[in-house]
C-alpha cells in the first residue's frame, strides 16, 4: 500500500486491525517519507529508526498471537524534543543538552508506548520552547511544507510541519502560550491543548509551570480526540494532575450538529492587527457553524488587552526558576571558564552563556527582574492580578455562551527573518491563544481556510475547565462542513514536496 503516509491515525488503525498492513510497513513508511522529506523540512532533531521499528515488531508479533491491542497499536508518532524520552537524546533545541540521554520516560511517553505507539523521533522547536516561529532553535530552522521560506510557527513547529508534510500521522506538541495552536493554524493541521492539569506534566521539561501543558497536533480532529484519551488522565507523580480529568472526546468528535449550542465570538479576539483574508476565513467558518445548528453571540473580554503583558512577566518569571537548574553540574553541557579560578559559579556562568541562546537569555533576565525584591509587586503581583481578571472575564463569557471562537493566530506564516530581531512583534503572534493558558482552558486550532496570500488560517474554540470534549464536538462539525466544501481537507491544497532521491 503506497499512501500510508497520507492515512489519518483512524484509517491506520483499522487498516492495522483488519490485518491489512503491519505496524512495520506503516512504520517503515514513514520513516521512508521523512528520509525523502526531512532534508528539506527539518522537523526532526533526532530519528529513532531502530526503536521505532523494534517497537513496531513487537505489536505485529503481540497481534499474531492474538492478543487484543489498544487501538492505535502500531501507529507511529512524533515527540517534541521537550518531553523526555528515557534512552534517546532530549535537547530542548538547546545546546545547554547537547547530547543529554534522560534515564526516565514522561508519563505521557510511557502511555505512548503502553499503547503500542512506536516513537519516529523527536521534534524540533525554538529553544526551551520560547518562540513562535521555531528560529530560536539551537539546531536550524523548521520550514513550512507549504512554503518551504516560511516558518512552521512555534515554538512546536518540528511537530507542526511534521504532520503537515506527512512524515507522521500524530505528534505531541505543549502549548505554554500557544505553541500547539499557533503551528497547528500556520501548517494547515489541528492542535490541542487540554485542561491545564489533563494531561501530566511530568516528564516536559519545564517552561513555565502554571501554563505548561502538552497535547496532540494531528490532520484530523478525531485523530486528536483518539490521541488525548491515550495521553490523557490523572498522574500521581504530577501534583497539579487533575484527580478526576473528563473524557468522551472520540464520541464527541462524532457529533452530528451543533443544535443548541452557544458560540461566542470575542469581540477582543479579532479586528485591529488580524490580516483581512485571516478575518473573512473566520467569518466564513462562522457561518457554517451557524448552518450546523448554533446560535452565535458575541462577548467581551477587556481584560485580554492586558493578557499579552501579563503573560510575558509570568513566564519568564515561572522559566528564570525553571531554568536554574542547567548549571553545568547536572545536565548536559559543561563549560570551565577560559582562564581563571574554576569555582563552581564561574563553571555556571561560562556554561549557561556558552549554552543558552538570545531569547533563552533575554527571558532570564526579565524574569529574574521581575522576581526581584524592589519589582516583585509591581510587576509579578500585577500580572497575577491581571491573570484573574482574565479568569473573570472567561467566567462570564461562559455564562453566556458554551464555546468562545477566535481566530487563532493574527496572521498566516511568515518569512524566515521577519520577525527575529524583534522581539515584540514575535510575541504579538501569541495575542489570541495566551488567555488560555492564562486561565488554564482547553483550546483547539483547526485550519479553516486560506487566506488571500493562500496560506493555511487557523480556527480557534475554547472551552471551560474540563470540558474540552466541547471542543471535539465543535470540531468535528465543523471539519466535517469545511471538508465538504473544499472537497477534501485543506491539506490537499498544499504543494507537493520534492522528494529527494535517496
Ligand atoms: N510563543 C509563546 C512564547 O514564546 C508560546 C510558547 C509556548 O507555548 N511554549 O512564549
Redesign the pocket.
Given at each position: 500500500m503506497s499512501d500510508l503516509t497520507r492515512r489519518s491515525a483512524a484509517e491506520l488503525a483499522g487498516l492495522l486491525a483488519a490485518g491489512d498492513v503491519s505496524a512495520v510497513e506503516v512504520t517503515q513508511a514513514h520513516l521512508d517519507r521523512m528520509a525523502a522529506v526531512d532534508g528539506a523540512v527539518h522537523a526532526f532533531l533526532h530519528v529513532n529508526t531502530d526503536e521505532a521499528l523494534a517497537a513496531a515488531a513487537d505489536v505485529d508479533a503481540r497481534r499474531g498471537a492474538g492478543e487484543e491491542l489498544p487501538e492505535l497499536a502500531g501507529v507511529p508518532i512524533a515527540v517534541k524534543d521537550i518531553v523526555v524520552t528515557r534512552g534517546q537524546v532530549t535537547t530542548a533545541a538547546s545546546k545547554i543538552l547537547e547530547n543529554w540521554v534522560p534515564p526516565y520516560d514522561a508519563t505521557l511517553v510511557s502511555r505512548l508506548r503502553a499503547a503500542g505507539m512506536p516513537i519516529l523521533g523527536k521534534t524540533n522547536l525554538?529553544e526551551f520552547?520560547?518562540?513562535?516561529s521555531t528560529e530560536h532553535s539551537a539546531y536550524g530552522n523548521t520550514r513550512n511544507p507549504w512554503d518551504l521560506e516560511r516558518i512552521p510557527g512555534?515554538?512546536?513547529g518540528g511537530s507542526a510541519a511534521a504532520v503537515a508534510a506527512y512524515e507522521a500521522p500524530l505528534a505531541i506538541g505543549?502549548?505554554?502560550?500557544?505553541?500547539?495552536r499557533?503551528p497547528a493554524a500556520v501548517t494547515g493541521t489541528i492542535g490541542v491543548k487540554p485542561t491545564y492539569g489533563s494531561v501530566s506534566r511530568y516528564g516536559l521539561i519545564a517552561?513555565a509551570s502554571s501554563l505548561?501543558q502538552a497535547g496532540p497536533v494531528t490532520r484530523t480532529v478525531l485523530d486528536a480526540a483518539m490521541l488525548h484519551e491515550v495521553i490523557g488522565g490523572h498522574d500521581p507523580l504530577d501534583s497539579t494532575s487533575l484527580t478526576d480529568p473528563a473524557t468522551g472526546y472520540v464520541a464527541a468528535a462524532r457529533a452530528a450538529d451543533l443544535k443548541g449550542l452557544r458560540v461566542g465570538i470575542v469581540t477582543e479576539l479579532g479586528g485591529e492587527g488580524y490580516q483581512e483574508g485571516v478575518r473573512r476565513s473566520f467569518l466564513e467558518s462562522v457561518e457554517l457553524l451557524k448552518q450546523a445548528g448554533a446560535e452565535v453571540v458575541e462577548v467581551s473580554c477587556p481584560s485580554f488587552d492586558y493578557a499579552l503583558a501579563a503573560?510575558y512577566l509570568i513566564?519568564p518569571a515561572e522559566a528564570s526558576s525553571n531554568l536554574a537548574k542547567f548549571d553545568g553540574m547536572r545536565f548536559g553541557l559543561r563549560v570551565e571558564p577560559a582562564e581563571g579560578p574554576v569555582t563552581a559559579e564561574r563553571v555556571m556562568a561560562a556554561t549557561r552563556g556558552a549554552g543558552f541562546g538570545d531569547e533563552v537569555k533575554r527571558r532570564i533576565i526579565l524574569g529574574t527582574h521581575v522576581l526581584s525584591a524592589g519589582y516583585y509587586d509591581a510587576y509579578y503581583g500585577s500580572a497575577q492580578k491581571v491573570r484573574t481578571l482574565i479568569q473573570r472575564d472567561f467566567a462570564q463569557a461562559f455564562a453566556k455562551a458554551d464555546v468562545l471562537v477566535s481566530p487563532t493566530a493574527p496572521t498566516t506564516a511568515f518569512r524566515f527573518g521577519e520577525k527575529l530581531d524583534d522581539p515584540m512583534a514575535?510575541?504579538l503572534?501569541?495575542v489570541a491563544?495566551i488567555p488560555a493558558?492564562l486561565a488554564g482552558i482547553p483550546g483547539i486550532s483547526l485550519p479553516s481556510g486560506l487566506s488571500d496570500d493562500g496560506l493555511p488560517v487557523g480556527f480557534q474554540v475554547l472551552a471551560p475547565a474540563r470540558e474540552d470534549a466541547r471542543l471535539y464536538r465543535v470540531g468535528g462539525v465543523l471539519e466535517r462542513l469545511l471538508t465538504e466544501k473544499w472537497g477534501g481537507p485543506l491539506l490537499a491544497q498544499a504543494p507537493e514536496l520534492e522528494v529527494a532521491s535517496r
Open positions: 525554538d520552547a520560547m518562540g513562535s512555534g515554538s512546536g505543549t502549548d505554554t502560550g500557544g505553541s500547539i499557533q517552561m505548561d503573560y513566564m514575535m510575541y503572534n501569541d491563544t493558558n
